[in-house]
């Protein structure tokens, strides 16, 4: 019987320790989406497809000087927790911005999008100790752990599945109090969830509502304030969870909602108070992001373009993808070792980088190339990549979405 270290260590052990590569690259502040990327041979320019930067507001040359000011002024570093000597004034005005853009009475921030989620959901499921939480199956590994956190009761209805949550919070005692989490856009999948019709289920059941918009906000809705200020919901959502990593392009992660509540989550949220808070330049930096995408439709116009001509363009070259719904292309490969061949030939032949996506971050059997075209990629990048794309997935025999939608010659008919 191996020790503990060898668990990890020797080939002999039980359970080999899983292993991901990572590519590294250098972003070029102002050269987005260009990248130097280091591979044997030497470092190289490439075009990368799978970022998280969908505006491309983290080379925005607004964001930088905000961030350059704000070390000139600040210096690196918070200094400490908010509790303790970490509070700036940049961190309060962020939160009164996002607070505003929300709608909402007041914000938290934290220092990623996962301790937000994690931390507040830590708390709000937990508080009082009987409350059930209902939570879409393909919630983010961050909702998954603070709701494991909280101790509370869960109920998992199936994905966008309205009726199955309907039938979840019928079958519960309605005396209990309830709180339904879900996505906005997710992450892998690319689609919407049914807002309208969550709200309703909520409004009748009594429910709150703790809306996870991530890859939402910044692209979508007036004044890029998410999926559901589009569908002009974003009353009827409690709690709204948002993160400063992607649609703006720095880092950290917040709540907004009713001020009592975020005043709980504040006083009570390990996640929150033993920590040391975002540095005043990053806050600077977000909140210059901000009150850019406040004012401007160019980057939520330029991503709706290339997201759209890439639908059209997989469509016509019969490449499968989850949904056309948003921003984010996955295009379903099916297989862990031809998503990574697919991902090394883009990289190898086109000096294209887009991450193969395995499990345990999908499903095993559901592997896929997640592709984010961004706003500062061009038309002409754009068709590049497609032709790229349909030529690698033909010569790996890649199932297209035909093949995908006809029946296995393996399968009997149902008598």
Known sequence: MPTHLEHFTSTSAPTRNPSREFLEIGRRAGRYPSAVARIPGGDTEVSVWCSNDYLGMGQHPLVLA???????????????????????HRHVELEHELADWHGKQAALLFTSGFTANDGALTVLAGTPDNTVVFSDELNHASIIDGLRHSGATKRIFRHNDVEHLARLLTETDPELPKLIVLESVYSMSGDVAPLAEIADLAKRFGATTFLDEVHAIGMYGPQGAGIAAR???????????????KGLGSVGGYIAGP?????????????????????????????????????SETER?????????????????????????????????????LCKRAS????????????????????????????????????????????ALSGIWHDLGIPTATQRREPSAAVKEPV
């Open 344 to 387: 090394a030939q883009l990289l190898d032949r086109h000096r294209i980088y887009v991450q193969a996506i395995n499990a345990p971050s999908v499903r095993e059997g559901e592997e896929l190339l997640r592709i984010a075209p961004s706003a500062t990629h061009t038309t002409a990048d754009v068709k590049m990549f497609a032709d």
């Open 231 to 245: 569908e002009g919901l974003a009353e009827r959502f409690d709690v709204v969870m948002g993160t400063l990593a």
């Open 66 to 88: 905000a961030v350059r000011d704000g070390v000139s002024e600040f210096g690196a570093g918070s200094g400490g927790s908010r509790n303790i000597g970490g509070t700036n």
């Open 259 to 295: 001020r009592d509540l975020v005043d709980y989550v504040r006083a009570t949220s390990r996640a929150f108070v033993f920590t040391t808070s975002l540095p005043p330049a990053t806050a600077a930096g977000a909140l210059a992001a901000v009150r850019h995408l406040r004012g």
């Open 301 to 337: 116009q330029r991503l709706a373009e290339n997201a759209q001509l890439l639908h059209r363009l997989l469509d016509e070259a019969d490449i499968p993808f989850k949904s056309a719904e948003s921003h984010i292309v996955s295009a379903v490969v099916g297989d862990d070792a």
